[in-house]
């Protein structure tokens, strides 16, 4: 039974007490004794009708009438004006065929409408290994892509690398002073120079294929070949992470391009065409704050080199050309300077107000024993994402990313994270999934024919229990709740609704105990009650599957820990 034949009910009859444009939230009550759906409405409504909210309550129930409205089994007043609705079994009953009968497609809508999206996310500088807020960047990206593509959205998922500028310039000395060292000379590393062992190793390659060659280098073809060696190192190793933590893209942009292209100087000739820029102190301006930014932005350095404010608007506009009407940025707190300016150089060009649209995420600290853990050998400076997934696994680290809003501080407690037991919500929700399944491969069920023809055969309104129909009522959330995390590009939405489906699975498993409560066993001797629970075990398990595959997590059918059905 779903909420919107409710609402649509209860506003016609809204409508009736003339009320205009009458507006119903329907809510789960905590306590499942108080119903299925339940709404405040009368109370909300107190002032406009000028009556007590009970009042306005028991007229609604009346004028309601539960026994005319398909599925729903009473309407009652409780409190100060809650009208709390509870469906009778059929509709119980048709969720779980529903369910049945969607497998795979459990959760999935149209209400995206083929929309084109790009997310794009990572887009990390080819200067090193990927660090942990790329990693909290890669989980974040990645499921808000899943669910934009679970509600109907045409996804592009885009890595753009920052492969021109200062920073590429400053990996190639920092290669350069190693590549001198390995061959026993004095160098020293440039200011801001990169550190730890990646580069030390890149350094070694280049000089085993070269020797000493480019000991001397005075017009910089040497420098050059370093450079893009180690561009071609470090690209290389952030792809072998991303494709460890499960990350893939559809395209990966170079800043590079833009130059090459000629698009950087377009934009600038499209900005001068605004009236917008003009110059001072030697460089070039364009007046940002005209949209809102705090202070003008310099687009071309005094040396003539650009900033990188301009070749980020130039990118902008060709998702804009590319046809992506809609895009969002994933990106750490600390790119929240960058947000006005781009947008004010997009909306010089015409572009609309609010494009793209960004998530930016906190930083993320890892803690073992309560005290932050810092540094990686091979980084040098910094924890790497490689060295989280090596010390958990990608499904810990991937779950453990997600479960905050990204607007929040992550602390990773390393701990917590190493526990495999139900108290980590990663193996809870992956242990629900493996029990159901146990039950399946003991009932002899397991490859047993399409589990929906069967639940059409099995009578599911016997499932009345309290527990089996709190249970249901949590399933049928699940493609709502998909809506809203993706409306929302919140994620951490599902990993909640996760956690509490599998502590529902798992209380209903253990209180279906044959030892302790046979009445509520799924294999039991009744052989009705038997095929109606094995429908509900099945509906378990397609959401579950669905739920963690949309995380980009694994559904394991066993686990070590597994406990016997």
């Not at 917008?276 to 704050?289: F, G, M, N, P």
């Amino acid at each position: 039974m779903s909420q919107d034949t409710i609402r649509k009910r209860l506003e016609a009859v809204l409508q009736q007490l003339g009320v205009e444009d009458p507006s119903v939230h329907l809510e789960r009550p905590r306590d499942p004794d108080n119903g299925d759906w339940a709404t405040n409405v009368a109370m909300t409504l107190a002032g406009t009708l000028r009556r007590p909210p009970r009042a306005i309550a028991e007229e609604l129930a009346a004028r309601f009438d539960a026994a005319a409205t398909p599925g729903v089994g009473s309407v009652e007043v409780a409190g100060p004006g809650f009208l709390n609705f509870r469906l009778d079994q059929g509709a119980v009953a048709d969720t779980l065929a529903r369910i049945l009968e969607a497998d795979a497609s459990w959760g999935r809508s149209r209400t995206g409408q083929d929309q084109k999206v790009m997310v794009e996310f990572v887009s990390a500088n080819p200067t090193g290994l990927l660090h942990l807020g790329h990693g909290r960047q890669a989980a974040l990206g990645d499921a808000i892509s899943s669910l934009l593509e679970w509600t109907g959205h045409q996804v592009h998922r885009e890595f753009y690398y920052n492969d021109a500028g200062g920073q590429i310039e400053r990996l190639a000395q920092s290669v350069r002073a190693r590549y001198l060292q390995e061959l026993g000379l004095e160098a020293e590393m440039p200011e801001g120079g990169y550190m730890g062992e990646t580069v030390v190793e890149i350094a070694r390659a280049f000089a085993e294929e070269h020797g000493a060659a480019w000991v001397e280098d005075p017009d910089g073809r040497g420098l050059a070949l370093m450079q893009d060696l180690a561009v071609t190192r470090l690209r290389g190793e952030q792809d072998r992470d991303l494709h460890t933590f499960g990350v893939r893209f559809d395209r990966y942009y170079l800043e590079s391009s833009l130059h090459q292209e000629g698009r950087v100087e377009d934009t600038v000739a499209r900005l001068r065409e605004t009236g917008l820029v003009y110059e001072k102190d030697d460089a070039v301006w364009l007046r940002t704050t005209e949209f809102g930014d705090q202070k003008d932005r310099v687009m071309i350095k005094s040396d003539g080199t650009s900033t990188y404010f301009l070749p980020d608007v130039a990118y902008h506009v060709t998702k804009w050309e590319r046809g992506f009407r809609n895009a969002i940025n994933v990106q750490g707190a600390d790119h929240h300077g960058t947000t006005a300016r781009v947008r004010a150089g997009l909306r010089a060009l015409g572009l609309p107000e609010g494009y793209p649209e960004y998530v930016l995420h906190q930083m993320v600290t890892v803690e073992r024993g309560g005290e932050e853990v810092k540094f990686s050998k091979r980084a040098g400076d910094y924890l790497t994402l490689r060295d989280l997934t090596e010390e958990v696994g990608r499904d810990v680290t991937r779950y453990f990313f997600l479960m905050r809003k990204p607007e929040a501080h992550l602390v990773f407690d390393l701990d917590w994270a190493a526990d495999q037991s139900d108290k980590n919500p990663v193996y809870k929700a992956q242990y629900a999934h493996a029990r159901v399944c146990s039950i399946l491969r003991k009932a002899g069920e397991e490859g047993a024919g399409d589990p929906a023809s069967a639940a059409a055969e099995a009578p599911v309104e016997r499932l009345d229990h309290p527990l089996e129909r709190e249970l249901i009522q949590q399933l049928d959330s699940f493609p709502e709740l998909v809506e809203a995390a993706a409306r929302a590009r919140a994620p951490h939405l599902l990993c909640d609704w996760l956690e509490q489906t599998a502590g529902k699975v798992n209380g209903w498993y253990h209180a279906g105990n044959p030892a302790r409560n046979p009445e509520l066993a799924v294999l039991t001797d009744d052989a009705e009650l038997r095929a109606a629970r094995l429908a509900l075990v099945h509906g378990v398990r397609i959401t579950l599957r669905n739920a963690l595959h949309l995380l980009g997590l694994v559904a394991p059918d066993r686990m070590v820990r597994e406990e016997e059905a």
